[in-house]
């Protein structure tokens, strides 16, 4: 994972010497959502079918239903008991579910497994993605009518998911100039997302780690985010499952909580400095969590089947 580390560095010292401002995160972001991302899932889903990838399918939807079940019953009973203002709650709420699974995931799952991880963490996000655009909405705006539910499905996650799907259960496949094209524009969101990040982490104040460093409950939730829930995905070692689908769907679990999060809290009214001190501390911790979380995969890996 070095390299994510030195990647996400050139992010961090390119934005404090200014070569970056708050409007060119703002691009890059808008550039992986909207373009590489989508062309590097379908690129990543354009593969032969088999029976072997359909039994592939069918356990990394299984275990994403597990966790994301765990997670939004731990984070919904949590939510009740918190003493938190109820602008804060949504917050508490959705940085316990939600993880980045965009772009440090597939950043990590791509630098450790190449285009056959992506391919695992692309069907493993499928109930990931309806969910953030259903369920992440609901948490934020339970009082409001006005939301506009059709939303769902006009992000291009979901549509490029859906599209490679399609063409992966189908006797269908692109041109090879459109593949090509694809592959060359998806090969930049791993490093556009760790630089992303580093700029991100460079316009955090001390004054802030201070004020919401002291919250109880962003801590809960970053330890439930990072290590806990995660690892409750250990269950399925004790069945038939391939050693690389668990390695992928733990280690997507396990990434920190999303800058999703951040955008709703704005977009709905709710505490924004909550929602990104929640995100950036998660984001931090994630570089000490994730190689521990890989070295308790390394450990385990003779009692995981193959």
Request: charged residues 10%; positive net charge; contains cysteine.
């Amino acid at each position: 994972m070095l390299p994510l580390y030195m990647m996400a560095m050139i992010g961090f010292t390119a934005r404090k010497l200014r070569v970056f401002n708050q409007h060119a995160n703002q691009v890059m972001t808008q550039l992986m959502l909207y373009v590489t991302l989508p062309a590097l899932i379908l690129f990543s889903l354009q593969t032969t079918y088999s029976i072997e990838l359909l039994i592939d399918f069918i356990w990394l939807v299984i275990m994403s239903i597990f966790v994301l079940s765990l997670s939004v019953f731990i984070a919904a009973r949590l939510r009740k008991k918190a003493a938190l203002p109820n602008e804060q709650k949504s917050v508490y709420e959705s940085l316990i579910i939600f993880g980045n699974q965009g772009f440090i995931g597939f950043a990590v799952i791509h630098i450790l497994m190449a285009e056959q991880g992506i391919i695992y963490l692309t069907i493993f996000n499928i109930c990931y993605l309806i969910l953030i655009w259903t369920y992440g909405i609901y948490i934020f705006t339970m009082h409001d009518r006005s939301v506009n539910w059709r939303m769902l499905f006009f992000n291009p996650g979901i549509l490029s998911t859906l599209v490679g799907v399609c063409m992966l259960f189908l006797p269908l496949s692109w041109p090879d100039i459109i593949l090509t094209t694809f592959e060359d524009v998806g090969k930049m969101t791993v490093p556009l997302s760790m630089i992303l990040i580093g700029s991100f982490l460079a316009d955090i104040r001390i004054k802030d780690f201070i004020q919401y460093g002291k919250n109880k409950y962003i801590w809960i939730a970053a330890i439930l985010k990072l290590m806990i829930i995660p690892l409750s995905l250990l269950v399925f070692i004790f069945l038939p499952v391939p050693r690389s689908l668990i390695i992928v769907a733990i280690l997507t679990a396990a990434m920190p909580s999303a800058t999703t999060t951040s955008v709703y809290a704005q977009k709905f009214g709710a505490d924004t400095s909550f929602a990104s001190f929640g995100v950036i501390l998660t984001t931090l911790l994630c570089f000490i969590t994730l190689p521990i979380i890989y070295t308790i995969l390394q450990w385990i890996q003779p009692f995981i089947s193959d």
